[in-house]
């Protein structure tokens, strides 16, 4: 049997003041006018008798449950955008709120189920997440619901938090750049032409453009450009590999995500190349396999943690429409080789802009 609830009565009873007196104290107003000594009475009683405050009663007078929605595709379920989540509940804990997680594993029936159990819970507001950044569709929501797009985007719902892609893109090509790369660079993963009707996402094609356009600022080109719609392992191997049994003149690798790059470290090893000193790599994306290769792959970071917390701090603050862009951090680790630049002057304006870009996240995030 449990034991009976403690009341803000009993707390008041112990304390010798009256409900009223106690529920100014516990709820923190300001200007209560009691003593010093009836504040520590209230709240050494309410220590005393573990007393919790009935949520669903303050709920009733101010009409907010303290709690929010996090609603996504499978961010719960996958380690690669956990960070999102982790985020949502330290912001949400900072400000006094609980987080309801719901899983729709991106199915149209679950989504209008989940919305349906959070709106029963009269949630303060709901967070739409996705573990790969898309427009999302949202089915209808009453009009006075909050919402926040994390990671997503939707037309009906203006407010979103995405990664600074277009940023991330330039900053690759920086990292080559300011290393001395001014030649044999090639694309893996992504090719204009060979993808010339297709659609990826709004955020896949800001970091397209951001690399192609520091290509250009630059004065760089590429040697090749290797195409595949699924962005694994296995495709950045054979990527890899064709390109390097057909070309001898690549010198470095942009790959558009991690895990293509784990696939191009095994055929660059298997032909006899040391990744970081025979020719360099750089990614997207830091996910956890890029700290386990050796030697460490440098890649442009997610933000994912950060981009969560941003999320209810938006959601809770009332934030009007449009897009808050997260910087993604720069991780340095060792996969990039340093050559003699054959244009000093590109070397020194791609370390300005890089050094830029590491002053606007607030810390150069590098890991071994």
């Known amino acids: 049997m449990f034991a009976k609830r403690t009341t803000l009565a009993d707390v008041a009873r112990m304390a010798g003041l009256s409900p009223t007196a106690a529920s100014l104290i516990l709820n923190g107003k300001p200007d209560t006018r009691f003593s010093a000594e009836a504040h520590a009475r209230v709240h050494a009683a309410a220590a005393e008798l573990g007393y919790r405050p009935n949520i669903g009663a303050r709920a009733l007078r101010t009409d907010r449950t303290l709690s929010i929605a996090f609603i996504s595709d499978v961010v719960a379920t996958t380690r690669f955008a956990s960070g999102l989540i982790q985020g949502a509940l330290e912001e949400a804990e900072r400000a006094g709120h609980v987080v309801l997680v719901m899983e729709t594993r991106g199915e149209p029936a679950r989504e209008v189920e989940a919305i349906e159990a959070v709106l029963d819970r009269q949630v303060d507001g709901i967070i739409f997440g996705t573990v790969r950044a898309r427009e999302l569709y949202v089915p209808d929501l009453p009009e006075a619901t909050k919402v926040v797009m994390l990671n997503a985007t939707n037309p009906r719902h203006g407010v979103s938090v995405l990664p600074d892609e277009e940023a991330g893109g330039r900053a690759a090509v920086d990292l080559l750049a300011a290393a001395g790369h001014s030649e044999g660079i090639a694309l893996i993963g992504q090719n204009d032409e060979a993808e010339r009707d297709l659609f990826r996402s709004a955020t896949v094609d800001r970091r397209i453009r951001g690399l192609r356009s520091e290509l250009a600022q630059l ?45 191009a470290y095994q055929a660059c090893t298997e032909r006899g190349l040391t990744v970081g000193q025979d020719i360099s790599i750089v990614s997207f994306d830091n996910d956890e396999l890029a700290s386990y290769l050796r030697p460490g792959l440098t890649t442009i970071g997610l933000p994912h943690v950060v981009m969560g917390r941003e999320a209810v701090r938006l959601l809770l603050s009332n934030a009007g429409p449009g897009e808050r862009l997260i910087p993604m951090p720069v991780v340095e680790r060792s996969s990039i080789a340093r050559v003699t630049p054959a244009r000093s002057g590109t070397a020194d304006l791609a370390t300005r802009r890089l050094a830029e870009l590491r002053a606007g996240t607030g810390a150069d995030a590098a890991d071994a």
């Open 219 to 263: 004065g760089l080109t590429l040697v090749a450009e290797e195409s595949c719609w699924d962005w694994e392992p296995h495709n950045g191997y054979d990527l890899t590999a064709e390109l390097l049994d057909r070309r001898t003149d690549v010198r470095a690798l942009l790959c558009m995500n991690d895990r293509l790059a784990f696939g």
